[in-house]
């Protein structure tokens, strides 16, 4: 069993860390928490104020202390229960502070992971990506997760046999409004997160290994909220 803890998942949209923090799951029984599902989840119970999701941002982001509400409510009750993945998070310095602060309420360390690609391989995968609106639970028909492929049709679903598609914002003018939102970030993120943060360039393809979560996330050792990562490579 893993030491408890967060593991804050972050990179440029379509780098792999669905894929990677679904393997962290297989592999380490983490559970993964995705802040989009949990907003739509509380947006639409009765007893919640709707100014909390007003957002004049482009892109529909959630303001940041909508985000702290939302992460408190989600994580902050949270037990000594195993390995949290924050799939895409933290994307503001904000978020990481808020999330470090949950850590340290909790006495649980937050380890910051950032997947590494360059810009024209995550344009390719994002071309290249399937979801399937059939298999993953309709968040306002904006399927996210990648779905596989069948061997004999790559047009359709391995699990389900329906018709996959694009996300919805891939291969379009939202696509890289994310990708320059998330290089502009990204810097002041590192800034904060050091010396926490791993960097992990992902082979493509396939996308993100998993070998190396071994090396740094201990299984037994006490846990530490800033720790050296092998193997670190840095972006271009
Ligand atoms: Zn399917």
């Given at each position: ?119 024209a391989i995550v344009i390719g995968r ?95 050792a006490a846990p530490r909220s800033s ?8 972006p271009p």
């Amino acid at each position: 069993m893993a030491v408890p803890g967060f593991v804050a998942l972050t990179g440029p949209p379509a780098v792999g860390k669905t894929t990677l923090a679904a393997k962290l799951a297989a592999v380490h029984g983490a559970q993964v928490f995705r802040l989009r599902e949990f907003a739509h989840d509380v947006r639409h119970r009765i007893d919640v104020d709707p100014a909390l999701f007003a957002t004049e941002d482009p892109l529909g982001w959630l303001p940041d202390r909508t985000v702290r509400v939302l992460l408190d409510s989600a994580l902050g009750g949270r037990g000594r229960n195993g390995v949290t993945v924050l799939e895409n998070l933290p994307g503001t310095i904000i978020q990481l502070r808020t999330i470090s602060e949950i850590g340290r309420r909790l006495g649980l360390p937050v380890v910051v992971i950032e997947l590494t690609a360059s810009d024209a391989i995550v344009i390719g995968r994002s071309l290249a990506r399937r979801v399937c609106p059939a298999c993953e639970p309709d968040l306002d028909a904006d399927p996210h997760r990648p779905a596989r492929a069948a061997a004999a049709d790559s047009s359709t679903c391995a699990t389900c046999g329906n018709p996959l598609r694009r996300r919805r914002c891939d291969g379009t003018a939202r696509y890289e409004l994310k990708l320059r939102r998330f290089r502009s970030r990204i810097p002041g993120i590192r800034r904060e997160a050091a010396p926490s943060t791993c960097l992990t360039r992902p082979s493509t393809p396939p996308p993100a290994r998993t070998t190396a979560c071994d090396e740094w996330w201990p299984r037994s050792a006490a846990p530490r909220s800033s720790r050296a990562c092998p193997p670190t490579s840095h972006p271009p």
